[in-house]
C-alpha cells in the first residue's frame, strides 16, 4: 500500500460492504469479513488492500498479488492465489470506479486548490528560491534550494519539487513530486487527472485518479506539455528524459531512463516505454503496451502492439524499418 498524501480518503470499509456496492456474485461473504483500507494495482496492492484483474495479460503479476481482495471476473479468478478472495462481477472496471468513490470521493474530478497564499506571502519559506509574479503555491509545498518558479504559475498543495529546478511561466503543478534537476517550459500541465470514465446508461462515470506524477532526475518536459496522474498506481518520467513540446502522456504511463520524445506525440494510459527510447514527432502510443529499451518509433507512427528491444519501426501500424519500406515501393 502506498502512502496517499493529495486526496483525503475514507475507511476502512468491511469486505461485505464493498461486495454489496459492487453487486459481487460472491454471496459466501460474512458480517465479520476483513477491513479494507486502500485500493492499488496488482503489482503494489499490500495485504489490507483490494486490487482488480481484468485481462489474461496481466495474469503472470495476478498469481503474486498480495492484495486481500481482488475484483475479477469469473474466468480470471483462477489465476489468482488461493488467498486472495474473489469478488466476481460483470463489469470489472465499473466495480472499480464504485470501490474508488468510496475511498477517495473528491479524486474524480480535480477541484481548484483553496489552500494557495501567493508568493509574496510565501518568500519567508523559500529562502532559496527564485519566484516571479503573481505565483500562487499550496499548504505543505516543498521546493529546494536554487529552483526557480516563472511567473504565473501554480504549485498546488503537497507537491514536491527538488532542487536546481527550472519551472517556467504558465505552469500548473499538482499531484507530483520531482526530483533533482527537472526543467519544465512555459504552459505544461502537470498531474492532472486522466481521461477516465466508465459509459453507462444515459451518463458517463468518472473514475477518480489517486496517483501521482513522478518526475526523475534531469528530466525535461517542453511547452505545453500535459502529463495525467496514475488511476491506481503512478505516472512516471525516468531519468534524463527529455520531452519536446505539446507531449501528451495520460495516466499509469511509465517512460525510462534517457528518452528522447519529439514534439506532439502522445502516449496513451498505462503503457511501459524501457530504457533510451527515441519517438518522432506525431506518433501515437496506444494503451497497455509495452516498448523495449533502445527502440527508434518513426515520425506519425502508430503503434498498437507491442516492440521488443533494439528495434527501429515506422508506419501505422508501426512495422519493422525494412518492412515498411518495401512496401513504399510497391
Do not use: W
Request: charged content about 20%; proline content about 2%; hydrophobic content about 35%.
Amino acid at each position: 500500500m502506498q502512502t496517499n498524501h493529495f486526496f483525503p480518503k475514507k475507511g476502512p470499509f468491511s469486505l461485505l460492504e464493498i461486495s454489496k456496492q459492487i453487486n459481487s456474485e460472491n454471496s459466501n461473504l460474512k458480517n465479520d469479513e476483513c477491513k479494507i483500507y486502500d485500493i492499488s494495482s496488482l503489482s503494489e496492492a499490500g495485504q489490507k488492500d483490494i486490487t482488480f484483474f481484468n485481462s489474461i495479460k496481466y495474469k503472470n503479476i495476478s498469481v503474486n498479488t498480495k492484495a486481500v481482495a481482488c475484483i475479477t471476473s469469473s474466468n480470471l479468478s483462477k489465476f489468482l492465489p488461493n488467498n486472495c478472495i474473489k469478488l466476481n462481477v460483470k463489469n470489472v472496471l465499473l466495480a472499480v470506479t464504485k470501490v474508488s468513490k468510496m475511498l477517495y470521493p473528491t479524486a474524480d474530478i480535480d477541484i481548484p486548490d483553496e489552500n494557495l497564499i501567493s508568493s509574496d506571502n510565501a518568500r519567508k519559506l523559500y529562502t532559496n528560491v527564485k519566484f516571479g509574479k503573481n505565483i500562487f503555491i499550496g499548504k505543505n509545498v516543498k521546493i529546494g534550494k536554487n529552483s526557480i518558479i516563472g511567473s504565473n504559475s501554480i504549485i498546488e498543495s503537497n507537491v514536491e519539487i527538488g532542487e536546481n529546478c527550472i519551472i517556467g511561466s504558465f505552469v500548473v503543478i499538482k499531484n507530483a513530486q520531482i526530483h533533482n534537476d527537472v526543467s519544465i517550459q512555459d504552459g505544461s500541465k502537470i498531474g492532472i487527472k486522466g481521461f477516465g470514465f466508465i459509459p453507462i446508461k444515459n451518463k458517463n462515470l468518472r473514475t477518480p485518479h489517486i496517483g501521482k506524477v513522478i518526475l526523475e532526475e534531469g528530466v525535461e518536459i517542453g511547452a505545453n506539455c500535459t502529463i495525467d496522474r496514475g488511476s491506481l498506481s503512478d505516472t512516471k518520467i525516468g531519468k534524463n528524459t527529455f520531452l519536446d513540446n505539446q507531449v501528451h502522456v495520460a495516466h499509469n504511463v511509465n517512460i525510462g531512463s534517457n528518452c528522447m520524445i519529439a514534439g506532439q506525440v502522445g502516449f496513451a494510459g498505462s503503457s511501459i516505454i524501457g530504457n533510451n527510447v527515441v519517438i518522432g514527432g506525431q506518433a501515437g502510443i496506444s494503451g497497455h503496451l509495452k516498448i523495449g529499451k533502445n527502440v527508434k518509433i518513426g515520425g506519425g507512427s502508430g503503434v498498437i502492439n507491442d516492440i521488443q528491444d533494439d528495434q527501429i519501426v515506422m508506419g501505422y501500424p508501426a512495422k519493422n524499418i525494412r518492412d515498411f519500406l518495401k512496401d513504399q515501393k510497391k
